[in-house]
């Protein structure tokens, strides 16, 4: 069945998924890598020792990371029998893990990183100021609300957030009704949202490719910057909201071109 956009406004309302209920009556999946957009992957170097799919949706071959190089969330991975984690002694190891600056690690390394100070995920709810910071997780367990957006937009791995939001809903890493109660009003939305994609990527025959996810700051508000995510790889179109409410700002623009949303709140003021 063809692709199908579904806009956050239009998703169906669901129930969450209990704990057990996880396995999907369909997979996640990316759209189909066209012969057009193999045609456009750069070539990998002949030195190259191991071959891994680009992050997220991407279609190309890029040289996968050997042990000790650095990784993150956004970059290339790391061969298959390492993993991405912060470095032993971070004392930022989410930040780091956005940032790029992680180290491919093996059974060994890992071993010696994980030690008795990790933290229960479940202080979540209970360190505001200090969870998105202290507490030492690796790449694939970071939450999707800090996972979703690196300093450019255009990078956002949707195919990403949604999976480790499904691992960690099964998994009850963290108090989500507690959690919830101390974010604002992106942060309360951005739950909403990847609820209901969660929800329609089970309905057997729908294929969604592009919706919004937004885009939140720190503080729980919205970036003034709004983009649609998509699984074609494509890039989205983006618009400018206030922060504070997430409403379109009016006389804006709507492109898939950079925006200075800045300009846009200046002239409301």
């Not at 999907?24 to 057009?36: G, K, S």
């Not at 999976?163 to 989500?176: G, L, Q, T, W």
């Not at 919205?222 to 997430?246: I, M, N």
């Amino acid at each position: 069945m063809a692709g199908i956009e579904i806009p956050c406004c239009s998703l169906v309302t669901s129930l969450l998924l209990t704990a057990t209920a996880i396995v999907l009556a369909e997979p996640l999946h990316c759209v189909q890598c066209t012969e057009e957009k193999l045609a456009l992957c750069p070539q990998v170097p002949s030195d190259c020792p191991e071959l891994a799919r680009e992050p997220g949706c991407g279609c190309c071959l890029t040289c996968a990371l050997k042990r000790g190089e650095p990784c993150g969330v956004y970059t290339a991975k790391c061969g298959k029998t390492l993993s991405c984690h912060a470095k032993q002694g971070e004392t930022r190891p989410l930040h780091a893990l956005i940032r790029g600056q992680g180290i491919c690690m093996d059974a060994d390394d890992l071993s010696m990183v994980r030690t008795s100070d990790h933290a229960d995920v479940k202080d979540y709810a209970e360190q505001e100021n200090l969870a998105p910071e202290a507490i030492d997780l690796s790449h694939d367990q970071i939450p999707p609300f800090l996972r979703l957006f690196p300093d450019s937009l255009d990078k956002l791995d949707a195919w990403n957030a949604i999976s480790v939001y499904e691992r960690i809903k099964a998994k009850k890493v963290f108090d989500r009704r507690k959690w919830r109660e101390h974010q604002g009003p992106c942060q309360k939305d951005l739950y909403k949202i990847m609820d209901k994609l969660s929800k329609a990527q089970q309905r057997p025959g729908e294929d969604v490719y592009r919706f919004h996810i937004p885009n939140c700051n720190r503080n729980g508000f919205y970036h003034s910057r709004q983009c649609e995510a998509s699984f074609d790889g494509e890039r989205g179109k983006c618009w400018c909201v206030y922060p504070l409410t997430g409403r379109r700002i009016p006389g804006s623009p709507e492109n898939k071109g950079d925006l200075n949303c800045q300009q846009y709140l200046n002239t409301q003021e």
